[in-house]
């Protein structure tokens, strides 16, 4: 079982919740968790212990997220593309992808955005807003690059697999 594949167990992303989740409103809403937990707790000299429940929402807000939003009307934009080549590349331990899609860019990718996640942490812990800024540029290039690949992935897996091609509408 893939990495990829626990974490969508964890988030409920069955068939139906997937589809929900290759809402472009989903995908996109979902880059706003970070930006609301740096200034959930960066608020807590001004409120204190009460930074939690923003913190606390915006971390609820990731999780539901996925499953919150209607399942598109079409699968055509990139951010759909992006969900569904992230479905496409979890299964890469049962249906196998093609070969230039076997690179180590996908881990590179995850560590420049685990980097920034760390380095936002740190900062935000610390009230930098220069390790802020960058942390949250790491997170998000990573994130982005690695949805990109995923759009291309999903483009070249979607024309060779049934199922794959049920799910381009």
Request: aromatic share 18%; with cysteine.
């Amino acid at each position: 079982m893939t990495l990829e594949r626990k974490i969508a167990f964890f988030f409920k992303l069955d068939d139906e919740n997937w589809m929900k989740h290759a809402n472009p409103i989903s995908v996109w809403t979902r880059y706003s968790v970070l930006p609301i937990i740096v200034i959930s707790f960066w608020s807590r000299v001004w409120i204190g212990w009460w930074c939690v429940v923003p913190g606390a929402f915006s971390i609820l807000w990731m999780f539901f997220n996925p499953i919150l939003f209607n399942k598109p009307k079409s699968t055509k934009s990139w951010a759909s593309k992006a969900v569904l080549g992230e479905r496409v590349f979890l299964n890469r331990d049962r249906i196998q992808i093609p070969e230039k899609h076997r690179t180590p860019l996908h881990g590179i990718l995850n560590t420049i955005s685990s980097v920034g996640m760390a380095l936002t942490i740190w900062a935000t812990i610390y009230y930098s807003i220069w390790g802020v800024t960058l942390g949250v540029f790491l997170a998000y290039i990573g994130k982005s690059w690695f949805l990109d690949r995923m759009v291309w992935l999903y483009e070249d897996m979607k024309n060779n697999n049934d199922v794959y091609k049920s799910w381009d509408y």
